[in-house]
Nanobody, 117 residues
Framework: QVQLVESGGGSVQAGGSLRLSCVAS????????MGWYRQALGGQRELVAR???????IYGDAVKGRFTIARDNANNMVYLQMNSLKAEDTAVYYC???????????WGQGTLVTVSS
């Protein structure tokens, strides 16, 4: 089992910045992928960013150039730096953990980000 705990959500005005953090615990050894997804009210969960332990990183089209994912393998953490926030970034953000070659997804409880225009 893997446990994920997010922090750092909150309210910010458009144009502002926030940083989300996620710490993983449990069976987290191996070739892993950590990332962030988000779900707006009434919407579907969508990719924000993913980072492979090998270093590969991908971003969702809506956040490219504004958000940055960073991973601290020594402390089992992943961060999401969000800059130039827009009202449409308002969503619950979820930390995600997967192991390469496995279809099992682990999710955090989510943290709410609200961007006011």
């Amino acid at each position: 089992q893997v446990q994920l705990v997010e922090s750092g959500g909150g309210s910010v005005q458009a144009g502002g910045s926030l940083r989300l953090s996620c710490v993983a615990s449990g069976n987290i050894a191996g070739n892993t992928i950590m990332g962030w997804y988000r779900q707006a009210l009434g919407g579907q969960r969508e990719l924000v960013a993913r980072n492979w332990r090998s270093g590969t990183t991908i971003y969702g089209d809506a956040v490219k150039g504004r958000f940055t994912i960073a991973r601290d393998n020594a402390n089992n953490m992943v961060y999401l730096q969000m800059n130039s926030l827009k009202a449409e970034d308002t969503a619950v953000y979820y930390c995600n953990f997967m192991r390469v070659g496995s279809s099992t997804n682990y999710w955090g409880q989510g943290t709410l980000v609200t961007v006011s225009s």
